[in-house]
């Protein structure tokens, strides 16, 4: 079994920055890519950021330029470094990471979400 823990949500201020990080944890083969989604009241989960195990990163448009995505293959975490914050980013943010749990298996994880609110 894997374990994803997220850390770093919370209220900041329009024009703010906040940090999440996700500790990956278990019976990890090997880690391979890795990311972070959100899902705001009503919508859909979205993909917001990803990065592989060799440190190539895709962001949403709607981030681009705002958030950074990177990761420690050392200590299995990854991290989300949000700035410039907007209202439209407040959402439940998940974190995601694609393991290899064996030499032939392969399993999907996500983490228990973790709040974060853009308000004045």
């Known amino acids: 079994q894997v374990q994803l823990v997220e850390s770093g949500g919370g209220l900041v201020q329009p024009g703010g920055s906040l940090r999440l990080s996700c500790a990956a944890s278990g019976s990890i083969f090997r880690l391979n890519a890795m990311g972070w989604y959100r899902q705001a009241p009503g919508k859909q989960r979205e993909l917001v950021a990803t990065?592989?195990?060799?440190?190539?990163?895709n962001y949403a448009d709607s981030v681009k330029g705002r958030f950074t995505i990177s990761r420690d293959n050392a200590k299995n975490t990854v991290t989300l470094q949000m700035n410039s914050l907007k209202p439209e980013d407040t959402a439940v943010y998940y974190c995601?990471?694609?393991?290899?749990?064996?030499?032939?298996?392969?399993?999907?994880?996500w983490g228990q979400g973790t709040q974060v609110t853009v308000s004045s």
């Open positions: 995601n990471a694609d393991v290899k749990v064996t030499v032939l298996r392969r399993n999907d994880y």
């Open positions: 990065i592989t195990s060799q440190g190539s990163t």
